[in-house]
């Protein structure tokens, strides 16, 4: 079957500290960790999907995003893998996860984002994703998108093989999944194993009520560096050993199989060899250092989107967080635009005038500096993003400015999730609906619109700097 692989389920923002101890605190016998460097990446599903991308797979994420930093950061970084976010809303703040370390181990981690946030409802581009799906992976952190009525209810009907990773305080995989894979401690809470049990028959009857129970057609209950057992149809569990010995970093390492299970499965593969690719694909990532070698590198250099506030409180992704979640709270419309805005005149106050007339709040998602200079060379811009956000935001019509750092707004976007993107008429292709944008397609994953309003003609940065060398060429030659 062809098609993107799909992964469904909880993202969360995860932070690596790493740092080094050389004392203990003086009011408290703890010690005192000295951060070098941190790196920020997708935790959860966005993991599993990072690594499914880095396969070289095309990869939808289905996810909630909150309105907020972390969601900001997350858009960000899931871009930066090459990731397709099918955003939906989430009220409340991104649950993240932040590991202090030194020397290779975790000395401490820190959890925040409150409870389970309210979710909205996935739109018809994310059903229609589902049914063409070669595979979905349902990457369950316990948190609210497995939940969801009308995302079970299509995940319940696809034609695609579906792998369901489950937590403990997690929904039930819904019924005719393909494969499901706790690992045991999942296993032992989820079926209230006996004390005294082995491990291998604690696997083994635990994965076989599973089976029973969500009607699936297989479970594997991982078992860290002795492998997986496979419980299914037959009335003996295959035991599935790991090929190598490995010791290290595990975090990741279940994500890790069951996106090598569900790749295997997309391309034909049994269960049962799905599982075994699987096994040595977990057992050769941690072996190798697990996620802090296994991120790709463009995740890892993957700018900051929060950028410090310069007009008051509507710059930045804060400001524009409040504005939209206002917006939404009273029904109204969300509209957003973007550019360069590298000289402010009349042409984009025209545009930015009609913009802000579509709805109730008009976001401006501005290039930084580092990303025009790489749009239209070394020489530009010509005004700092500073002080080009001062003025964006001084106008009337502009009620926030968010500065980003890639090329296009596609992680902006996938944050904001605008009702209305709008451009100037010089980007249109004459389409009323303007889904000749490129960012026609993203809107659609939520179910917003792209529309081009009237430009002023003869204004246009470009033409304007031109013609100011040009004056002052004249000069010089009098």
């Given at each position: 079957m062809t098609g993107p692989v799909v992964v469904v389920g909880d993202t969360l923002l995860d932070r690596d500290v790493e740092g080094v101890v050389n004392r203990l605190c003086p009011d408290s016998p703890v010690p005192v960790l000295d951060e070098i460097a941190h790196v920020d990446r997708p935790g959860g599903a966005g993991l599993s999907a990072v690594f499914a991308a880095a396969q070289g797979a095309e990869v939808v994420l289905v996810t909630a995003l909150a309105d907020d930093a972390g969601g900001a950061r997350l858009s960000v970084l899931l871009a930066a893998a090459g990731v397709q976010v099918y955003p939906l809303?989430?009220?409340?703040?991104?649950?993240?996860?932040?590991?202090?370390?030194?020397?290779?181990?975790?000395?401490?981690?820190?959890?925040?984002?409150?409870?389970?946030?309210?979710?909205?409802?996935?739109?018809?581009?994310?059903?229609?994703?589902?049914?063409?799906?070669?595979?979905?992976?349902?990457?369950?952190?316990?948190?609210?998108?497995?939940?969801?009525?009308?995302?079970?209810?299509?995940?319940?009907?696809?034609?695609?093989?579906?792998?369901?990773?489950?937590?403990?305080?997690?929904?039930?995989?819904?019924?005719?999944?393909?494969?499901v894979t706790p690992n045991e401690a999942e296993v032992r809470e989820l079926t209230e194993a006996p004390v005294g049990a082995t491990r291998l028959a604690t696997a083994a009857e635990g994965a076989q009520r599973l089976r029973q129970r969500w009607r699936a057609g297989a479970v594997a209950v991982t078992l860290g560096a002795d492998g997986a057992l496979l419980s299914h149809a037959g009335s003996t569990p295959l035991m599935v050993p790991a090929p190598v010995a490995a010791e290290g970093d595990t975090c990741g390492a279940g994500d890790r199989f069951a996106v090598?299970?569900?790749?295997?499965?997309?391309?034909?593969?049994?269960?049962?060899?799905?599982?075994?690719?699987?096994?040595?694909?977990?057992?050769?990532?941690?072996?190798?250092?697990?996620?802090?070698?296994?991120?790709?590198?463009?995740?890892?250099?993957?700018?900051?989107?929060?950028?410090?506030?310069?007009?008051?409180?509507?710059?930045?992704?804060?400001?524009?967080?409040?504005?939209?979640a206002r917006v939404r709270a009273a029904g109204g419309t969300v509209v957003a635009t973007g550019g360069c805005f590298d000289l402010l005149h009349a042409g984009h106050v025209a545009t930015l005038q009609a913009a802000r007339q579509l709805g109730d709040c008009l976001i401006v998602c501005l290039n930084s500096d580092a990303s025009v200079a790489g749009l239209k060379g070394p020489d530009r811009p010509i005004m700092r993003q500073d002080d080009r956000s001062r003025l964006l935001a001084a106008l009337s019509c502009v009620d926030a400015v968010m500065i980003f750092d890639e090329p296009t707004p596609t992680a902006a976007l996938s944050w904001l999730r605008p009702d209305v993107w709008v451009k100037g008429g010089d980007y249109g292709t004459g389409g009323v609906d303007g889904d000749g944008l490129p960012e026609a397609e993203i809107l659609r994953r939520w179910g917003g619109h792209t529309v081009v309003v009237p430009y002023l003609d003869g204004r246009s940065t470009t033409e304007m700097i031109a013609a100011t060398a040009n004056r002052k060429v004249v000069e010089v030659r009098r």
């Open positions: 809303r989430l009220n409340g703040a991104t649950p993240e996860k932040i590991r202090l370390r030194s020397g290779g181990r975790v000395l401490l981690r820190h959890d925040r984002g409150g409870g389970v946030g309210e979710l909205g409802e996935p739109g018809d581009a994310v059903l229609r994703v589902l049914d063409r799906a070669s595979v979905v992976l349902v990457s369950d952190y316990g948190r609210a998108v497995a939940r969801q009525p009308a995302l079970r209810a299509a995940l319940a009907s696809i034609r695609a093989p579906l792998v369901w990773d489950p937590h403990p305080r997690g929904p039930a995989a819904v019924p005719g999944a393909n494969l090598a299970a569900g790749l295997a499965l997309s391309r034909g593969a049994l269960v049962s060899e799905a599982v075994q690719e699987a096994v040595a694909d977990a057992s050769a990532y941690v072996a190798d250092g697990g996620v802090a070698t296994a991120l790709p590198a463009p995740v890892r250099r993957a700018p900051q989107a929060v950028h410090a506030a310069v007009a008051g409180d509507r710059v930045g992704v804060a400001a524009s967080a409040a504005v939209v």
